[in-house]
């Protein structure tokens, strides 16, 4: 047994006599850190959770400090992988992210949906299944079911597709090959927490590609 559990064993103890001596007990002790600071664990209401863990590597991926307004920051979808850091990285203006992060969003989902429905290849991998209890399953009113059936959803797809293509022509080769090296994840954007120069001519296709969806 070691020298934290013996204290803690006494502890419990005289608060046993205490209480049986009728009198009160120990006010809770906050543990401190070498620095004097309050141990974040202890204070009231303190709870460090997955998402907290999430949020606060992603701060540390931009070289933020994690504080209150970098955390609301860190939520955003576009922090997941590179093709979206690259952007916080080299963008003054976050209603300029969310345009670019748009339509970078809606070409991937357009080439997934495409590949899934009409040609049968899932374009990432299956994760492990999950067992789960049977509940009951109950609809609102409100809820937007999606009646269409395989055919019409494949049609839809290629139609989207196509029209992503039709996007992706009124761009240079250049600029084609630096927003499909980012979907595919084949080149290197950030490196030591700075853009790189292909991150750089991505940002600046994707720039133009979101101007022409912008125009159509």
């Known amino acids: 047994m070691g020298k934290g559990s013996k204290t803690r064993t006494r502890a419990v103890k005289l608060a046993k006599k205490a209480e049986l001596a009728g009198m009160p007990g120990l006010a809770p002790v ?21 998402a907290d863990v999430a949020l606060r590597a992603r701060c540390r991926q931009m070289g933020w400090k994690a504080r209150p307004e970098d955390m609301a920051k860190a939520r955003a979808q576009s922090l997941e992988c590179d093709a979206g850091r690259v952007l916080h990285l080299l963008c003054d203006r976050p209603d300029e992210v969310a345009r670019l992060w748009s339509a970078f969003a809606g070409l991937c989902g357009a ?3 495409y590949a899934k429905r009409y040609l049968g290849v899932r374009l990432h ?37 196509m029209r992503w293509q039709g996007y992706l ?8 090959a630096a927003i499909w090296g980012a979907v595919r994840e084949q080149t ?17 296709a994707l720039r133009k590609l979101a101007d022409v969806v912008e125009r159509r």
């Open 188 to 204: 290197a954007l950030i490196r030591d927490r700075q853009a790189t120069d292909e991150g750089r001519g991505y940002v600046q």
């Open 111 to 113: 080439h997934a949906a």
């Open 125 to 161: 991998p299956k994760t492990a299944k999950i067992e789960m209890l049977l509940e009951r399953f109950e609809i609102s009113g409100d809820d937007d079911l999606d009646l269409r059936s395989e055919e019409e959803k494949a049609h839809a797809a290629v139609t989207n597709w």
């Open 30 to 50: 906050e543990r401190r850190e070498k620095d004097g600071r309050i141990r974040r664990s202890t204070r009231p209401g303190y709870e460090r959770t997955e």
């Open 169 to 176: 022509g009124h761009l240079d080769r250049w600029q084609q």
